[in-house]
């Protein structure tokens, strides 16, 4: 068996722009935001793949693409050795039973109508696995698995009744519930309370092992991903620019983004504070990327050849790779 879970070859996501009749009578030309432009990386089987970077970056859009929720431009998804991008709506249904997702926001991806436990078990329903009584044996089993206790008390309440906490818990159990291969977290902790932040990671790890999945963790925050990712990678504006073993890349981070985005990472320590900001300027506009490193208007270290030719991924230790003119000359 291939080791790989997933593997994703040049995937390109382009989003026209809406304007006016006129405007694109007048102009001849339709415009794209290039949200994700042509990302390749695999998923091993068993890992936690992050893929990190600011609000922009694409890797929302990536998230998504893998589990086909929206289509892709160009390129390949390949899960469990078959490309999925050729499949047609019926053979994608079966297969999403293989792979799921964890919303950020869960009170939104709950149905505030019905109950908690019918919310989890909805998907068994749909797909012919189980009803009544079965489905609430499974339901209860899962709930309790996430922590979701009392489960029989819990299962007859609507979201609104639950803590944030609690509906998170409830978003990982409807994950769950299918028993899949895959799961994406879309920024899963974010919207929780600090305070159990660190107590849905340890339980996101924990399921991992019990149920042997696989996630592809995204995320904003590198402090979240040193926790829970095997390997990274740092996107910006719809392009990977560096990708690797988490320590490796943490610990001899080689592209300046990714410099600048863990010397932002706030430190647990009251006697040290950080100097460090992000990097100057916001993401530049997708529609029009910059020429050459799309990075180089915010690079502190940008040379001459930055604006004018766009740097390949390459490798710079083992399993490491970075896009940076200044690791190849
Ligand atoms: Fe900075 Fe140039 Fe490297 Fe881009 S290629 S990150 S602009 S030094």
Known sequence: MNDNLVEVRDLKKWF???TSFIETLMTRRLDYV??????????????VFGLAGESGSGKTTTGRLILRLIEPTQGHIIFNGQDIVALNSKQMRELRRQMQIIFQDPYASLNPRMKIGDGIGHALEIHGIARGEDKRERVITIMEKVGLTPAATLYEKYPHQLSGGQRQRAVIARALILTPELIVADEPIAMADVSVRALLLELMI?????????YLFITHDLAT?????????IMYLGRIVEMGPLKEVYGHAG????????AAVPVPDPHFRRTAALPRGEIPNPVNPPSGCR???RCPVAIEICSQEEPELVQIADSHYAACHLLTR
């Open 295 to 297: 990075f180089h208007p």
């Open 225 to 233: 991903a040193k926790y829970i990712c095997d390997r990274i990678a």
């Open 16 to 18: 026209p722009v809406q």
């Open 206 to 214: 924990r399921l991992k092992e019990e149920f042997g999945l696989t």
């Open 34 to 47: 290039r949200a994700v432009d042509g990302v390749s990386f695999d998923i091993k089987r068993g890992e």
């Open 255 to 262: 592209h300046p983004y990714t410099q600048a985005l863990l």
